[in-house]
């Protein structure tokens, strides 16, 4: 296994947050909203509290300070969708999507948000690579090493990381400033990715690394 250490120096490496917009991480947003009514079995947690993705935002946020004093690289990724880029496939499946339209929904959850000079990547699929420049941004920057974030666990960030893994770049997924709806899944993705994908760290192994 590669050195932990080594994969993620600030001039190789560089922090993707994906998806986190009111849609995809507020109680209220409408990727929950639509789980909680589907009621396929899973435990999404009750709509009164807090969801699992919000528990999330304190320890990203203070990941995302550390990556910006290090001098690593910051690029936000964000899904939105129109007439013209949403999948019939699954719109026929009664999936839910973020709409351009739609102000609340697609802005970066509260205390979240790129600072001028940051990149900022549209997606309309799964993978933050599927028919966008992010591989054009990172190859740019000259990086190797890419530091997962977001959501969610189990479907964009692993797609991500595969999409990443095919490329040919070190993947690090970092285990407390990712999440999904349910627990079991996002430990289940950690496990893939750790085992198949590239490595799990948490966020302050990483940030030791930077402090020193």
Request: net charge neutral.
């Amino acid at each position: 296994m590669s050195n932990l250490a080594e994969l993620i120096q600030p001039n190789r490496a560089a922090v993707i947050i994906i998806d986190m917009q009111n849609d995809y991480v507020h109680r209220d947003g409408a990727t929950l909203r639509y789980f909680r009514e589907k009621k396929d079995g899973r435990n999404i947690g009750p709509a009164e509290g807090p969801s699992v993705a919000e528990q999330m935002v304190p320890c990203l946020i203070r990941f995302i300070e550390a990556a910006r004093q290090a001098r690593v690289p910051l690029i936000w990724v964000r899904t939105i969708n129109d007439n013209n880029t949403v999948s019939p496939t699954a719109m026929a499946q009664g999936k839910k999507f973020v709409w351009v339209d739609d102000s609340w929904g697609t802005a970066f959850y509260e205390g979240l948000a790129p600072q001028p000079g940051e990149a900022i990547v549209t997606k309309h699929r799964h993978s933050a690579f599927f028919g966008t420049d992010l591989d054009i941004i990172l190859g740019r920057l000259r990086i190797q090493t890419v530091i997962l974030t977001g959501v969610s666990t189990p479907y964009c960030v692993e797609g991500t990381g595969r999409d990443a893994f095919a490329r040919d770049y070190h993947v690090i997924t970092v285990a407390d400033c990712t999440a999904s709806k349910v627990m079991a899944e996002h430990e289940d993705s950690l496990a893939r990715l750790g085992r198949v994908f590239g490595q799990v760290a948490t966020s302050e192994q990483i940030m030791k690394v930077w402090r020193e």
